[in-house]
């Protein structure tokens, strides 16, 4: 998995909790981004990132915070939980030189 | 806003055959357009990029057509083997900082 790691990769929560999920990279590089995974919807972007404290939102932000305070860890936040939120969460990296990306094992979070 | 469709429906083909599978998209024009393999449980792993420049790419047994005016890219596994069953996304670039936009994905499933 290209040296990223993220964790947990399985949690359950109830609705209204706060859920923190991590990604960590070995490699020192600058891009970094989440998604998610559901079906029939593939993967979709929810923030990324091209440096330290530099973060943007994606396609799907709504409820979703995140924060990037050294190049190696890049930290999703769901504020509060909500069953929508049910999913597999994805990290990748995409180094300078490439154009591809590289994907974390995944998280699959459970709001119940 | 950008759309990505692939087949839904698995692609079922016995061993030895040819696998294509689709990738259309509209309202874009992507510098670049990818393929990803996703073994259920695990993160997406790249396999070929061809550019908006570039007719034919090449892999080993695979091989990956775009064309620009159809808005397609076709995605072939030739002397297919049942290791190739997975599933398979399509992503294209969505300008900036490396961001993809990814298909749902087609099944493969190659028996023998």
């Known amino acids: 998995d290209a040296g990223i790691t993220q964790s947990p990769r399985h949690k359950v929560t109830e609705t209204g909790t706060p859920v923190t999920l991590r990604c960590h990279q070995t490699?020192?590089?600058?891009?970094m981004y989440w998604y998610r995974q559901d079906p029939g919807h593939g993967l979709r972007l929810i923030h990324y990132s091209y440096g330290v404290k530099d973060t943007d939102k994606g396609e799907v932000s709504d409820g979703y915070s995140v924060s990037r305070s050294k190049t190696e860890d890049f930290l999703l936040t769901l504020e509060s939980a909500t069953s929508s939120q049910t999913s597999v969460y994805f990290c990748a990296i995409n180094p300078e030189s490439y154009n591809e990306q590289f994907f974390g094992p995944g998280t699959r979070l459970t709001v119940l | 806003s950008q759309k990505i469709e692939q087949n839904s429906e698995a692609l079922n083909i016995q061993e030895g055959k040819t696998a294509t599978l689709t990738c259309n998209y509209t309202?874009?024009?992507?510098?670049?357009l990818q393929w990803y393999r996703q073994d259920p449980g695990r993160g997406p792993v790249f396999l070929l990029l061809?550019?908006?420049?570039?007719k034919e790419k090449r892999k080993e047994r695979l091989k990956v057509t775009f064309d620009t005016t159809l808005k397609q890219s076709l995605f072939h596994v030739t002397a297919s083997q049942p290791a190739d069953s997975a599933t398979y996304l399509c992503?294209?670039?969505?300008?900036?900082?490396?961001?993809?936009?990814f298909g749902a994905g087609t099944r493969l499933a190659v028996h023998p």
């Open positions: 992503a294209l670039d969505s300008g900036g900082y490396n961001k993809l936009i």
């Open positions: 490699e020192n590089h600058r891009y």
């Open positions: 061809i550019r908006e420049n570039e």
């Open positions: 309202n874009y024009s992507p510098a670049y």
